[in-house]
């Protein structure tokens, strides 16, 4: 409106003058109507059971802009329409409590860049997707080094400023880059690229005469006046493009999986480059390696699951079972067990988190599934598939015992790949269909189902789950670790043999269980010996000081405050931290009175 109003045509069924509607409701009703509008209800024919079907709605979810938006119209109403008495009016077979228009709001926070400022094309604070999804690269304005009032450090060097430097995800103080224009990038040119000094432009890049002549370019009349949202509409002349071609940009999944990994959906998102590529080491690259490992040595032994089972038409346990070298879970090493312990444990908990709409805790739980299989179980299994006995298995055939130690570990390791294949194929399914049509459509190209989107969702495998183990373990981990930051900060290298470890632990149940693993602990941290000790057995190695929380000690003693002072200071620390760790609590004598 107004100029509208002045819009007519002929009405394609009566011919009659057609105009606008001067009575015009609000477009956020229509977004509110949505649910019953969408299938014309209650007026088409069979709208009451397209309706019936699907409302209330499973989840809807926008930005956290819409809690007075799109959540605030659907919400009002429905609440405003469907109330009990209109729905038992209207003849719907469930009448719905309040609020029926949608089961569960997921609420999403703003994308931002990296300094956590809302991404804004009028100011250039944002990642191109194609820099993420394509190649890395970015379109900008030239101009001439002198104009952009930038020193010359000569031809093939070019400046752009240092928002755009890290945003290309380049380090340092300059970068080699290849720069060309659209139309002609066949006659790209290598360059050097240094961040702008000063504050400069976004998406411009300042050039010599004789860098601008050799790119075919011809600057506009006010280049630094550019914003960064008209670059990609300027004359090919007036743009190029700036390419770091060494280095592959991450891809659709690595994208997916920023999102869903990076933070908890309904807080702000801070997107780069960077920060993608650093969430797709965390998960994307290792297990990659983990695949790529499997499928060179499973190759190298002639391994195969479907050898003795030809015609298998699902991976589970039981469907495997008749593959030849396949044993059982409960047949195999401890590390096999533990590793597939982890598997059904992290398949139980992903779908827990997934079924309540929380893809974050999904994903680190993935993330810390794909991290044990990597840094403890591949890396304390490698001797296994490093032996010398072939994996290959003929019907009939005798094996040795190091021959079926290799295939628990073939197998251990193909099961885990196929699950985290189907685990991952909502949050990665480029990367997932790869691995399912190497592991499963490789060996079985007919009888087992033709893309892992089409498989089942796995559930867990509740014979497999050790919660001892798993705790055990998780606490040899956790040991290991701390072992490990101990050398590191005292520049101890692992490769460096020390005569033994002191491990001082306070729960009894977990000194019981580490002491099991003594000689994996001590293979880890590369030590002769490790000695687990209970508080008070530290000796001079550890020393404690104690410092009192007078804060919380004065209302508690009153005027004894200050003796509690004196006694305390002249106290043994050690004595007393042994006394909390075994007894829970520490009593102490203050004018003759035990206080605990």
Partial sequence: K????????????????????????????????????????????????????????????????????????????????????????????????????????????????????????????????????????MEFSAANVDVAKQKSAGDSVAFIAREDFEGLD??????????????REGDAVAMELRPAKGKFPRRIVALTDADIARLGLTPGAN?????????PRLPLGERVFIEDKATPAPGADAFRWFFYASSPPWT?????????????????????????????YAGI??????????SATETTPAALATSLGYRPAKDRSLLDRWMLSELSLATRDVTAWLDDYHLYEAAQRLVDLVDALSNWYLRRSRARFWSSDKARVEEGGALTASQTDKLDAYFTLYEVLVALAKLLAPFT???????????????????????????????????????????DMRAVRELVSLGLQVRTGNKLKVRQPLAKADVVVSDAAVRAAI???????????????????????????????????????????????????????????????????SAGKVTIDIDGDAVD
């Avoid at 280049?223 to 670059?231: M, R």
């Fill in 429 to 471: 399914p480029f990367f997932a269909e790869e691995m399912y049509q190497n592991l499963v459509r490789g060996p079985w190209p007919e009888t087992q189902p033709e893309s892992v989107h089409l498989c089942a969702y796995p559930a867990p495998q509740d014979s497999a789950i050790d919660e001892a183990l798993a705790r």
């Fill in 268 to 296: 702000n998102t801070r997107h780069s480059l960077t920060n993608v590529r650093a969430e797709q080491k965390e998960l994307a690259i290792k297990l990659r390696n983990v695949f790529s490992f499997f499928t060179i």
């Fill in 223 to 231: 280049p630094l006046e550019v914003k960064p949202v008209d670059v």
């Fill in 170 to 183: 380049f380090a340092g103080e300059s970068a080699k880059v290849h720069l060309y224009r659209e139309d």
């Fill in 2 to 137: 107004p100029w509208i109003d002045a819009v007519t045509f002929p009405c394609p069924t009566c011919g009659a003058e057609a105009r606008r509607v001067t009575e015009v409701i609000d477009a956020w009703f229509d977004s509110g109507s949505m649910p019953f509008a969408q299938w014309g209800y209650p007026h088409a024919p069979g709208s009451k059971e397209l309706f019936e079907g699907a409302f209330p709605a499973d989840f809807i979810s926008e930005a956290i802009d819409q809690t007075r938006g799109w959540f605030y119209s659907l919400l009002m109403i429905s609440t405003l329409l469907f109330d009990a008495e209109t729905q038992r009016r209207l003849g719907l077979e469930q009448v719905r409590d309040f609020p029926h228009p949608y089961k569960t709001c997921v609420v999403l926070g703003h994308v931002c860049d990296k300094e956590g400022k809302k991404e804004s094309k009028s100011k250039g604070n944002y990642t191109p997707p194609e820099v993420i999804l394509e190649r890395v690269r």
């Fill in 301 to 310: 032994d002639g391994f195969s699951p479907a050898r003795g089972n030809p």
């Fill in 515 to 581: 002491g099991a693993f003594g000689s994996l602990i001590a293979e880890e941290l590369n030590v002769h010996e490790v000695a687990i000790l209970e508080p008070g057995e530290e000796g001079r190695e550890v020393r404690y000081t104690l410092k009192p929380n007078f804060r919380a000690l004065g209302p508690k003693l009153g005027k004894k405050v200050q003796i509690a002072k004196q006694v305390l200071a002249k106290a043994d620390a050690a004595i007393l931290r042994a006394e909390l760790a």
